[in-house]
C-alpha cells in the first residue's frame, strides 16, 4: 500500500500512480472534456448569429437603405423615389457607396463583439495560443468565380 493507504499502481516507466492520482487526473479530464465541449456549442452558436446577421442601413437624408451580409455583402438596396425629383448620378453613386460601407464597417462590428463572447474560452482550449477572431468566420465567400472553383475567390 502507498502513502495513506492507497494502492499504488504501476504506472508509466515503472513510477507508481497512486488511486488518488488517478482519480484527480479522470477529474481533470472529465472537466477538459466539458470545457471543450461548452465551448464548441457556444462556437456553433456565435456561428450560426453570424450567418443569419443582416445589418440594413439608411443614408442621412433617407435616399438610400441597403442591406449587408456578415461579411459585407449587399443583399438589398432600396432607393427612395425622390431621387428623381433632383438626378445626380455621381452624388447617388457615392450615397450608395458610403451607405453600404457604413453597413459593412457595422457588420465587422458585430461579428467582431460575437466573436469576443467564445474568443476567451478559445483561447483558453488553444492554451493561450491566441486565436483570431476572423478565423472563426472563415466561411467561402460569394462572389465571382474566377478561378474556375466554385465558392472562391480568386
Known amino acids: 500500500m502507498g502513502q495513506h493507504g ?3 499502481h504501476p504506472g508509466v516507466h515503472g513510477v507508481a500512480v497512486d488511486e488518488v492520482g488517478i482519480s ?7 472537466s477538459l472534456y466539458d ?7 457556444a462556437f456553433d452558436d456565435m456561428r450560426a448569429q453570424a450567418r443569419d446577421l ?3 442601413t439608411s443614408s442621412r437624408d433617407r435616399l438610400v437603405t441597403v442591406t449587408v451580409g456578415p461579411h459585407g455583402e449587399l443583399l438589398d438596396l432600396q432607393l427612395d423615389p425622390r431621387i428623381y425629383r433632383t438626378p445626380d448620378s455621381p452624388r447617388l453613386a457615392a450615397t450608395i457607396r458610403s451607405t453600404v ?3 459593412q464597417e457595422e457588420a465587422r ?3 467582431t463583439e460575437l466573436g469576443r463572447r467564445v474568443l476567451p474560452q478559445a483561447e483558453q482550449l ?7 477572431i476572423a478565423e472563426l468566420f472563415d466561411e467561402p465567400r460569394p ?3 474566377r478561378s474556375g472553383k466554385k465558392g472562391e475567390r480568386a
Open 6 to 8: 492507497a494502492a499504488n
Open 35 to 41: 470545457q471543450a465541449r461548452d465551448t464548441l456549442r
Open 143 to 145: 462572389g465571382p468565380d
Open 109 to 111: 462590428h458585430k461579428l
Open 24 to 30: 484527480r487526473a479522470q477529474a481533470y479530464a472529465t
Open 54 to 56: 443582416k445589418i440594413t
Open 126 to 132: 488553444a492554451g493561450g495560443a491566441g486565436v483570431d
Open 101 to 103: 460601407e457604413q453597413a
